[in-house]
Every structure is written in C-alpha cells, then in structure tokens.
C-alpha cells in the first residue's frame, strides 16, 4: 500500500517514514503543501497521513483539495492542535482521523489499520484471507492451507496487494504505484522478479496455483 505522509518535521516524517516502511508500505514524503500537491498530482495513494500546519499553507485547505479532486481514500491527520474546533474543520475538510501529537507509533498503525478496515467495505478484523491462504496484517504472518509462508517485507506488501484485489487483474503500473515509492525504476523488471519469488514460496509447494500471468496485461490472483 502506498503512503503519501505530508509533515514539515523531518525527524518526525523520517521515523514515520521507516517505522511505516517496516510494515510494509511504500512512503513518499511532502515537507510542505506545495511538494504534496504536486505528488498527489501525479501518484495514486491508498493513504494520506497529513499535518495540519504546514510552512506553505495548510494541511486542512490540502484535505480539501484532495477530496475535490476526487481522492477517495483514508486521510489521518496528525496535529498539536488538540480543540474541539480544529478537529472539528479538519473532519469537514475531509479528514476520517485525527492523531495528536506527540503519538507512540504503535498507535498511528492501530488507526492506519482501523482506517483500511472501514475502507475494505466495513471488515471486521486485520486478516486477508482467498482460498486456502490468510494474512494476519496485525502480527504480519501469511499462511496457507495452516502452514506459515515466510515472507519478506516487499513479498509481504506484493501479497496484500494481490489479495485486496482478488479477482481482478492488476497491471504491472498499478502494482508499482501502490508497492513501490516514487524512487522505483520503472523501467527495471524487479516486479516480475518480485511476482516469481513470490510464486516459489506461495504457489509452488502447493498443487493449486493462485498466482496468474495476464499475457499482455499483468497478474491476477484467483483459483484455477
């Protein structure tokens, strides 16, 4: 899942940064409103963590602008304005969350979680699951038929994007906008090379095979 995170504090968005790394996602950082508009310009995101007060403006006009140009997703909003009023305009302008700061990281990931599930057509938990296979998003474990799968951080992220999309046919610019950060070379072949490294430990030890090649196209995970 891609990650646009809008905050002028460059220690604080570096930790934000890495911590949300670990985890899987991909980050591209905006230190200040005018650098997010233009990213938001040209990249699809799945999540936009923002700060209300940016040097260049505000991260309340960028919700906004975000919603009048038809972004649909989760927005979380970190701020140290803690009133009843500021939270109330930044929800107006189409904040789902607020987070004040400072904020233990273990928090911001159980609201980034809870955002994906109100988003994921109101599920209840944090586990994927397709066929024979189910992804724990809270303890990061995949499993298939009950055997554990062990995954690397990127086959992990690759994988919870196929299983959000089940069924569906994923170009390989789709994959690369949502699991890849704006530093990807797209001109490389590290999907491919990702999708068959991911195929060897999910698909190959087992006889039904859920990942598909879409000649001409991209993947798609779905039952034979």
């Given at each position: 899942?891609?990650?646009?995170?809008v905050e002028?504090?460059?220690?604080?968005?570096?930790?934000?940064?890495?911590?949300?790394?670990?985890?899987?996602?991909?980050?591209?950082?905006?230190?200040?409103?005018?650098?997010?508009?233009?990213?938001?310009?040209?990249?699809?995101?799945?999540?936009?963590?923002?700060?209300?007060?940016?040097?260049?403006?505000?991260?309340?006009?960028?919700?906004?602008?975000?919603r009048?140009?038809e972004?649909?997703?989760?927005?979380?909003?970190?701020?140290?304005?803690?009133?009843?009023?500021?939270?109330?305009?930044?929800?107006?302008?189409?904040?789902?969350?607020?987070?004040?700061?400072?904020?233990?990281?273990?928090?911001?990931?159980?609201?980034v979680?809870?955002?994906?599930r109100?988003?994921?057509?109101?599920?209840?938990?944090?586990?994927?699951?397709?066929?024979d296979?189910?992804?724990?998003?809270?303890?990061?474990?995949?499993?298939?038929?009950?055997?554990?799968?062990?995954?690397?951080?990127?086959?992990?992220?690759?994988?919870?994007?196929?299983?959000?999309n089940?069924?569906?046919?994923?170009?390989?610019?789709?994959?690369?906008?949502?699991?890849?950060?704006?530093?990807?070379?797209?001109?490389?072949?590290?999907?491919?090379?990702?999708?068959?490294?991911?195929?060897?430990?999910?698909?190959?030890?087992?006889?039904?095979?859920?990942?598909?090649?879409?000649?001409?196209?991209?993947?798609?995970?779905?039952?034979?």
């Amino acid at each position: 899942m891609r990650v646009l995170l809008v905050e002028d504090e460059e220690k604080l968005s570096s930790f934000v940064m890495r911590g949300l790394a670990e985890h899987g996602y991909a980050v591209d950082i905006a230190l200040q409103k005018s650098e997010a508009v233009a990213l938001a310009s040209d990249n699809e995101y799945d999540l936009v963590i923002l700060d209300v007060m940016l040097p260049d403006g505000s991260g309340v006009d960028f919700a906004k602008w975000m919603r009048m140009n038809e972004y649909t997703g989760p927005i979380l909003m970190l701020t140290a304005l803690s009133s009843t009023n500021d939270k109330v305009k930044g929800l107006d302008a189409g904040a789902d969350d607020y987070l004040a700061k400072p904020f233990a990281f273990e928090e911001l990931m159980a609201r980034v979680r809870a955002l994906f599930r109100r988003y994921g057509e109101g599920q209840e938990s944090s586990v994927l699951e397709f066929a024979d296979v189910s992804m724990n998003l809270i303890h990061r474990k995949v499993t298939r038929r009950g055997q554990e799968v062990r995954l690397t951080t990127k086959e992990f992220a690759l994988l919870e994007y196929f299983l959000r999309n089940a069924g569906r046919p994923v170009t390989r610019t789709e994959i690369i906008e949502h699991v890849w950060d704006m530093g990807f070379d797209s001109g490389s072949n590290v999907v491919d090379v990702y999708v068959n490294m991911l195929r060897k430990k999910v698909d190959q030890p087992f006889e039904n095979k859920l990942i598909h090649t879409v000649v001409g196209y991209g993947y798609e995970i779905r039952e034979e």
